[in-house]
């Protein structure tokens, strides 16, 4: 069970980063719905730098998951790697939650195009990939 769980944790985190890899690659900005907005105008615009380096961390993420779990051979002790696993459940848990005015769970921010994405998908997702990698962290 852990190692399925494990597997689909790692295969999202690595999907997500290929995407921002593309972002990165290819200069194309993502749509309105991948950057928060106020009164229709970005709240900020991702640098090629900054891109890549979500993409990295997101690639690191999955290589802790999958360390933690034994999918992944890594030459680490045991408390290393349920550490690192537990850092990134925690990590996508913050996010879910949010900062409580432009995203997560508790956003004020509702009547935009990533509000509602964020509502429907990417808050839902950080709290199953938040929440798996935090039991992957204490049940190995």
Not at 40 to 61: D, H, I, K, M, Q
Request: with cysteine; net charge positive; glycine share 8%.
């Amino acid at each position: 069970m852990q190692a399925a769980i494990a597997l689909l944790i790692g295969t999202i985190l690595l999907g997500l980063s290929a995407l921002h890899v593309y972002w990165a690659a290819t200069g194309k900005s993502p749509g309105a719905a991948v950057i928060p907005e106020v009164a229709g105008r970005r709240t900020f615009e991702p640098t090629r730098l900054s891109t890549v380096a979500v993409a990295v961390a997101l690639a690191c993420a999955a290589l802790a998951v999958a360390a933690r779990s034994g999918l992944f051979p890594v030459p680490v002790p045991a408390a290393l790697s349920a550490w690192a696993c537990g850092l990134v459940g925690a990590a996508f848990l913050l996010r879910s939650i949010g900062e409580f005015r432009l995203v997560g769970f508790f956003k004020s921010v509702r009547d935009t195009p990533f509000a509602r994405m964020d509502t429907r998908v990417y808050s839902p997702l950080c709290l199953a990939l938040g929440l798996g990698s935090l039991w992957l962290a204490l049940a190995l």
